[in-house]
């Protein structure tokens, strides 16, 4: 995403231009596979497959070091080579948690089941990836979506948050947890017939970022647009661990978001707010934190 204006009076606008570039990256035509014969005759699969596998685990898409990523290319390149060999789409199983996100107030809110900002967020990296692999591979790619909410479902049921809690209590929610993973796996394993891609990466999971420069389960709390440092606009995962450090604000964009997108969050770093403040009193500054 281009850096967009930092004038906190332009804020709304600011926002409505990174969506509208973000929704942009969804109308560019579809890939076309190459015709077999003339895809047979342009390079080794060997070859097609390590430069998918270079995109795949490029900074764009994974937050892994190429050391730490090497441990997952042999099993890839196998699947790469296979599907390459049959001119069809590269398959990848994209895990995106149990199919909604936890609240940021336990005992406040109840769980998100709306589909919102991270969803997109997700499905443009999914349109990016094929189109960074289109000029290296003509088959093209597919994803798969993959819900498990096994976890959530044995180990959720233990709450943790907002009370005091023991050292058992915290141990068996720990067991099952490792328990309920290793069973997922064992379940998922016969299903997935390609690369299983997870937001965090696992002993046998290649991780995927849910969008640019994101590193954490998107399912874990509220994705929402802040702003860095440098005044860039950029995705923030929200939880229960950093939500005091921001001043939260609902925008609204009918007509250029899917109606499934009732509104986006933008948040507001409270230090950013305590200067703002500060400048209004001696006069600096014209007050700029009103509702949009």
Known sequence: MRNLSTDPQDETASIRAYLEELASGFTAPPVVPSSPDCFRASEDHESIAARVFDVLTSRDFCYLGKARAAMYRDDALAWFKTTIGRNEPIHLFFDIGGGYHASVRPGEDELIFDVGLAELLALRQVTDFASAVAPVYGGGVKFSLVIDNMCALLVNDIPLLGRSCNEGEVLERLRRYREVIDASERLLTP??????????????????????????????????????????LHPRLLTT?????????RHYFPGLLPASISSVTYAEPTDAVTRVGSLERDGS????????
Request: proline share 5%; net charge positive; hydrophobic share 35%.
């Open 191 to 232: 299903l997935i017939h390609g690369v299983h891609l997870t937001q965090r990466a696992t002993a046998t999971t290649l991780c995927f970022r849910p969008f640019r420069g994101g590193d954490s389960r998107i399912q874990c709390g509220l994705v929402a647009l802040t702003r860095n440092s440098h005044g860039k």
């Open 241 to 249: 661990s950093n939500l005091a450090d921001f001043e939260l604000r």
């Open 285 to 292: 500054a014209r007050p700029t934190l009103v509702p949009r």
